[in-house]
């Protein structure tokens, strides 16, 4: 069987099971992976078939006994590390891209990101996007409109089943969040949001899941505002502990918003999660949201770092309980048919087909 192998440059974290199942999914290929450290430190993810790159005598003859007809990379900025010895082996290499590795979105990104990529532009076989936004970033960047292919990243509809929601009439409204804790994750909006609804709707609670540099930010802003008792930091937490706090849950908000450094969303996984869970969903008019999220009728949607329009989504499915079991329903159709792992999977591996068609070609 003709062999994909993923190339990672360190562990998939806790978050990434995304990028673990677009490797251990596949069927028509056989999938292995490369990388620069020893298999036992993929802690969260093992992988049957790891070839640690350090210890590999002879790469050209290993991807010959592999049978490798092309390298995946799984970041676009990791890409570069293996670039080299795709153009040396005459392997089709391609790149997936989700956020910030391929933004443009401030003069400072677009340069780094250019000068990044030059050789990439130049030697690499294909580009995979996870929305139609970063795909055309990656034009301006000066990939070639034939090289990008949007691979919407697909959920496992059986860890998300479908629960109709209804605002309860006694008791908590369990508002929840789940993403990093960074900047482009709009925590600090959201926070301002709730401070906004929460005295006249004073059963409401926001659960935040999720780690990272700007936790100590958050909990000063949430001492400062005596919010302890209606905001709750829960730290990181598995797939299926998500799942279970989405079952537990009434609305979900993320409000991404576009980072000083241009880090930027694609479509990020934690809505599409809660959509398919059955909450009504807040967002943001941000990266590649759009795309998932249809205002007013799937979803309802603000401008980016705009509080007092957070506030609002919020207050509006707060004050309509009756809208709540028509845009859930259509936003679980959308899941069914654009995000379904499996459906994005055949595509990926479609991609990869074609691909194996234009090198042969060339």
Not at 116 to 145: M, P, W
Not at 262 to 276: F, S, T, Y
Not at 295 to 307: A, I, M, N, S
Request: charge should be neutral.
């Amino acid at each position: 069987m003709k062999t994909i192998a993923f190339y990672i440059r360190e562990p998939i974290k806790i978050n990434q099971g995304f990028m673990y199942n677009q490797i251990i999914m596949l069927d028509q290929y056989r999938p292995i992976v490369i990388g620069p450290y020893p298999n036992c430190e993929n802690v969260q993810y093992q992988f049957e078939h790891y070839y640690n790159l350090n210890e590999i005598q002879d790469l050209g003859a290993f991807f010959k006994e592999q049978n490798v007809v092309a390298i995946h990379a799984h970041q676009g900025k990791h890409s570069i590390d293996i670039l080299p010895a795709a153009i040396e082996y005459d392997i089709p290499l391609v790149v997936h891209f989700r956020g910030r590795d391929s933004s443009t979105q401030t003069f400072k990104r677009f340069r780094k990101n250019v000068l990044r990529y030059q050789n990439l532009v130049k030697h690499g076989a294909a580009c995979f996007s996870v929305c139609h936004f970063l795909a055309d970033e990656l034009k301006k960047l000066g990939f070639k409109e034939e090289k990008i292919h949007v691979l919407y990243g697909g959920l496992d509809l059986d860890l998300y089943p479908f629960v109709q929601r209804s605002l309860p009439n006694e008791g908590e409204i369990r508002i929840l969040s789940v993403a990093r804790l960074v900047e482009k994750k709009g925590f600090l909006t959201l926070l301002k949001a709730f401070q906004r609804i929460h005295q006249e709707y004073p059963r409401t609670t926001l659960h935040i899941i999720g780690t990272g540099e700007d936790e100590e930010k958050l909990r000063i802003f949430i001492d400062e505002n005596q919010l302890n008792e209606r905001v709750f930091l829960r730290g990181s937490m598995d797939s299926n502990q998500i799942s279970n706090e989405l079952r537990e849950s009434h609305l979900f908000c993320l409000a991404s918003e576009t980072g000083e450094d241009g880090d930027v969303e694609g479509i990020p996984n934690a809505l599409k999660e809660a959509m398919a869970s059955g909450l009504p969903v807040i967002s943001t008019f941000h990266g590649g949201i759009p795309e998932l999220i249809e205002h007013k009728k799937t979803g309802y949607l603000v401008p980016e770092k705009d509080d007092l329009k957070l506030a609002q989504g919020l207050k509006y499915f707060l004050s309509h309980p009756r809208v709540w079991k028509r845009y859930t329903r259509s936003a679980r159709q959308v899941i069914d048919e654009n995000f379904d792992l499996n459906k994005q999977i055949i595509e990926q591996q479609r991609l990869y087909s074609l691909i194996e068609k234009n090198n042969d070609i060339n």
